[in-house]
């Protein structure tokens, strides 16, 4: 079975303040992809971050980074120093071959950024 | 900037209307998306064409039509629609369908059933 978790179904910080978002996963592929999308209000969902299960370094993007560890079936999102424009509702989500290759979307994470 | 574009942004339509929902890419990309989301929900697929055939239809009923004219181009026929179809209706694109591909998504259409 494939499933993704995001715990957190809402999150508020205050400006500045860094924030994790948690995404746990489950399968029982060897290989296996693993995304972050966010949705602001606007609807659209943007991609942030694609990672393959072979490859378990740490990625860091401007104020964003992302850590993955296949120990745990984690792949958890970091904001730094946070900024209203993060405000959005955050999507981990899994592709593996033996799902028919579609996403299994986690259920989202809704950020609230306060000035 | 999406490079998927998605018209009309927003639909109000009775339930006996036809109208159709368009989505267009220009990045080259061979496999694309109808997906549908309710409020607080994730994304939910509906189709998908790669290579402009129709590749996976995920038991949707049948007044929901999908189209792809080229590869560039997709719509999505809209006939006899219930009050619970109400949703935001995303199209996504991606370079193909295999499971290392992100896929980009437009802004949505948001419709409205009455």
């Known amino acids: 079975a494939q499933k993704v978790t995001q715990a957190q179904t809402e999150i508020s910080v205050v400006e500045k303040e860094d924030v994790t978002l948690d995404c746990v996963y489950e399968?029982?592929?060897?290989?296996?992809?693993l995304f972050w999308y966010k949705q602001p209000p606007s609807g659209e969902l943007v991609f942030l971050i694609r990672?393959?299960?072979?490859?378990?370094q740490n990625e860091i993007s401007g104020r964003y980074s992302w850590n993955f560890q296949k120990s745990t079936s984690s792949f958890n999102f970091t904001i730094t120093a946070s900024q209203v424009v993060d405000s959005a509702v955050y999507f981990c989500?899994?592709?593996?071959?033996?799902?028919?290759?579609?996403?299994?979307f986690g259920p989202g994470t809704r950020l609230s950024v306060l000035p | 900037d999406t490079e998927v574009t998605q018209t009309p942004k927003h639909l109000v339509m009775g339930m006996t209307n036809k109208k159709s929902l368009k989505c267009e890419q220009h990045?080259?990309?061979?496999?694309m998306y109808w997906y549908k989301q309710k409020a607080k929900k994730p994304p939910e697929l509906m189709f998908v064409?790669?290579?402009?055939?129709?590749?996976i239809n995920e038991s949707v009923p049948s007044r929901f039509s999908p189209e792809c004219p080229n590869s560039s181009l997709l719509n999505l026929h809209l006939h006899a629609l219930q009050p619970e179809d109400s949703a935001l209706y995303l199209c996504?694109?991606?370079?193909?369908?295999?499971?290392?591909?992100?896929?980009?998504f437009g802004p949505g259409t948001r419709l409205t059933v009455t």
């Open positions: 399968t029982r592929d060897t290989t296996y992809y």
């Open positions: 989500a899994l592709r593996s071959d033996n799902y028919g290759q579609n996403f299994v």
């Open positions: 990045m080259g990309h061979r496999a």
């Open positions: 064409y790669s290579y402009e055939k129709l590749s």
């Open positions: 996504a694109s991606s370079q193909g369908r295999g499971r290392s591909y992100e896929q980009y």
């Open positions: 990672r393959n299960s072979f490859d378990e």
